[in-house]
Every structure is written in structure tokens, then in C-alpha cells.
């Protein structure tokens, strides 16, 4: 049953009769509302509960706040924010799927040009817009001032209502976290022959829809941030057969259809998505079928350990404790000794370094006198001088599942080394204009996956995706993260597939934890570090690292207490693989 909001005819001539009650000893509305925390409603209403009407006599100031407050009021359309609605507009008001999220804080304002008439206010919302969830469930990060205009007017029964609402949906954050869990979907990366989560946010209640509606974004393909990045396995013709349902034993069942001729390898690949994506939402078994028989021939049932570890090749070797740059040479982090061979001896002027995912290669930037220059070899012998050189070289990185290095050259420029057959290191171009024209890069990473990277570009943070298109390389689709709350960045690395550490020359967080869409920052705790913090290294499940005036520290969690490294050194830089 749909809510209930109209009154019957009796209640709305009662409700004149108090308002003209009320009237009288209002002589004016107040000219503005007062900016205030909104904190999260309980949500205690169910689908089918009737939306009471707004209280009586509220003045246009309090009624747009508390409209925007609604929106994500449990309710069938939208009930909730539609009871503050007049009559037309609540038959007729139809938002877009967008969100726009803004920050707690918030006020409302009457417009400064005059109303056109004693019956009809123009109320402007004023606050931060934080972002927008969009067509896809993907948040978009946006730090803008909230730009909103709702029109009220004053009805027959003299009560004040919403005549033009908004044509998409405005929603604090406190309220959105409350009302949409985040979920890693799953879509496949050919390049590095693993899975790369896409964070998409669906609605939280009731719970028992969760699954459903992660299989809908499965389907419809990964968000603009990975477009081109990733494949979706589950693209057309495959289609949800029947609605995903749990049977009386607990046992998901996800209904496909579409699948004629698809090879086995693809069919576990698939079921790898649907897996790897449900894990969040469910922890039943999962009966994955295809036109009614099991997508994988006499596999019929899945469970998260029933999938091979398709990250295991870009995962960092428990023996490869990482190491560090400390003045022009390179040592390890386990026992604090110089590595073998030139690197490690002095034979370079080592700047900063990169070590290979699986150890046994090495990218150095070397000093020469007053430029630098990279060397790539093997660790423990002579590297191979590049071409590539300049006035500043970045941090080397290693992009997963190729063995290739990048680094980016006079802040502008992102160099690409290949290691051709026969042996030689040749230098190729990777088309970065949507990123660097955003200004010079200071730090470049990979994430772990290969599919995104990370940039520090003029103290700000930055991810963009990685697209191959045949021999071709590009960066795509850059977004800012976090612009108010995180700025003077001086390094960065990937604490996990969707997840960052950024390190900044703030006293008051000095290390953070953002996420891969930055729709979410917390800062760790900044006790025992010593500003400024200048560099980090991080990868799943390893300790963070990161290295302050007085040396290294290293810590997991964010509100545990930073702890001196076993092997600290004053001015090191530490690395882990990758």
C-alpha cells in the first residue's frame, strides 16, 4: 500500500480554523533559519506508514529545511519529502535517480530579489555540496556551494508549501550514511587478470532486497570512474532471469539468462563477479544459475572460498619486507643493512626508488649533477641506465601484471618504460592530458590492481582510471578527493584495492585514510609523529609506514598510537613492492 498523505475534508477545515488561530498572533516569518548540525533520523518508519502532513503554521524557511531533511525518509516515492509538497506538485513531482549530498551543516534564506507577490517566497538552501550519487550508484566527488531554489507558496488554507520542487534529490550526509551502505562491485581487468572493486552505494533497507540490487549494478556495468578500465562479464545479453531470492534453506539464488555459447573459463569468471560482489551483502551460499542450470556444470553453489585468489600474482611475497631510500642509498626495512650492488653501496646517488612486485627488479631515480635520471635492473646489480631524465622525476611505480615502470617527468610529462624482447628498456608515451592539465605531479602510484592511480598534483589527491585501448595508454577520468578536508598531500600509496593513505604537512592529520571515490576521509591518530610527515608506503595487510623529521613509524589501525619502526633512520623514505 502506497503512504497516505492527503488529509480528509474535515481535518483540512480544522486545520484552517487553527491556522487562522495561529495567524494572529504571528505578525511576521523569521528572515532567515540558523545554520545547524541535522543529525541522522532514526529511521523508524516502514513502507507502508502514513506521512504526516508538515506541522501547522510552518514558516517557508523551516518547511524547505525539513523537506530536504525527508528525502530519505523510508517510503514509497519519496512520500515523505512529497507530504511538503502542494497538491499538483505532489501528483506530478518526478526526481531524477541523482543525489546530491551535502553537508550537515546547512541553512535556509529567503531569495534577496523580492517575492513576486505576498503569497510566494523563493527560499535558497545554503551550504556545501559534498558530491552526487549518480545514475550508476557512484559517488562524485564536488566541493561547491549548494545551489538550490525552492519556490513556496501560501495555500487556501493559508499554510505554506512547495510549488517548483527540485528536479533532483537533496540529501544531507549524516542521512546518506545512514540510509545506503557502501558495496566493492566486482568487474574483471584483463590487464592484470584480477578482479577490481567499483564502490557503489544501494539502499541499506530492507536488507533482504541487498542482493537484488547489487546484481542490478553488476549488470548495468561499472561506474564512469572505470569505464574503459575494466570488463563487466555480466554485460548483454546477460540478463536477470527471475527476481534473486533466498530459498527456505538460506541459499541465494541469482536466476541468469543470456549465456548460449559462453566458454566454461568465462562462466567461472563470471560466477568470480557475482561472488566477489554478493560477499558484502550476503554470507549465504550463492546458486548461481544460467536459464535454469547451473552457470558452472556441476558447480551449482558458491561460497567466497571457493574461488581461486586471482590477486595472489599482485600480491606482495611475505618474505619482501620492503625497503628504503636513506642519504643516496638503499636499505631494507627487515634489518636496516644496504641492499647488494650499486644501489646499495654508493655507486648511485639513489633519489628515490621502486622495487618490483615479486623483488627481483629494481627502478632507481639517480641524481646527475643537476638533473636525474632512471635506472631499471636487476636488485643487487649494475641498473641500466633509460632515456628518460629531467629536471624531476617521480617516484618510480611498477604497473601491475605487465612489469612495466612509469614516472612521470618534470611534473608533466608520464613516462612509460617497456622491457622490449631483447632485453632493453624502451621508453613509451602514455596519454595523461586529462590529469596533467589539472597541474604538475608530484607522486604517482599504482594501485595494486593496475586498474587506477593515485596523484599528488599541487597538494591535492587525485585518482584517475587506467584505460588500454591495444598498445595505447591512458589516464581517464580524473576526480579530486576530498578538496576541503585534505590539502598540502606530499605523498600517497594504496592501503588497498579502494582505499588510500595520503600523508600532509597538517599538524592536526598529518596521515589519512581516503576512499578510492573520496566520499570518506578519517584521520589517523597523529600521537608520537613529528610534522612534517614526508612519506608512506602501504599494501594490504601490511603495516603502514611512514616517515616524519625524526625517522619511521609504523602503524595498522587509525586510532592506534604511531610505534618507532624497528629500523628507523633519520631522513628515510620507505617502499613496499609495487
Sequence with gaps: MKPHVFRGTAAKLLLAVLSLVLLAGCANVPLESQPMVVPGERQGQSVGDVVPEPPPNIDPLSLVRAFVEATLKPGQNNAAARAYLDEQSRANWRPSRSLT?????????????????????????RGIDIGTLDQNSAFVPDYTSALLQVKVRKQANNQWRIVDPPADLYATQSDFSENYTPVPVSFYSESSATFVPDRRYVVAKPQSGLPGRVMDLLLSGPSASLAGAVKNLLGEPVEIDSNVKSLDDGTLVVPLTGLS?????????????IVLSLQYVTSARIRILADGAPLVPNHPDWRRNDLPAYDAALSINVDLQGLMTVGGRIRSLSDGNPVAGPAGNGGYDVVSAAQSIDGK???VVERSGGAVRLRIGDLGHDLALTTLGGSSLTRPTWRPGTGEVWTVVDGLSVGRMVLDPNGHWTALTVNATDLTQQGAITELRFSRDGARVAAVIKGELWVASVVVNGDSVSLREPRLLQPHDLEDVVDVDWVAQDGLVAVTKSPSQPVVRVTVDGQRIDAFNSSNLTPTVHGVTAAP?????????SGLWTASELGEV??????TMKDADPFYPG
Design 361 to 363: 627488479r629494481l627502478a
Design 562 to 567: 604511531w610505534r618507532p619502526h624497528s629500523h
Design 261 to 273: 555459447g559462453v566458454p566454461d573459463d568465462i562462466r567461472h569468471l563470471m560466477a568470480a563477479q
Design 101 to 125: 549530498i551535502i553537508q550537515d551543516t546547512f541553512g535556509t534564506v529567503y531569495d534577496t530579489a523580492p517575492p513576486p507577490d505576498p503569497g510566494t517566497q523563493v527560499v535558497n538552501v
Design 541 to 549: 595487510n601490511r603495516p603502514i609506514v611512514v616517515a616524519d623529521t
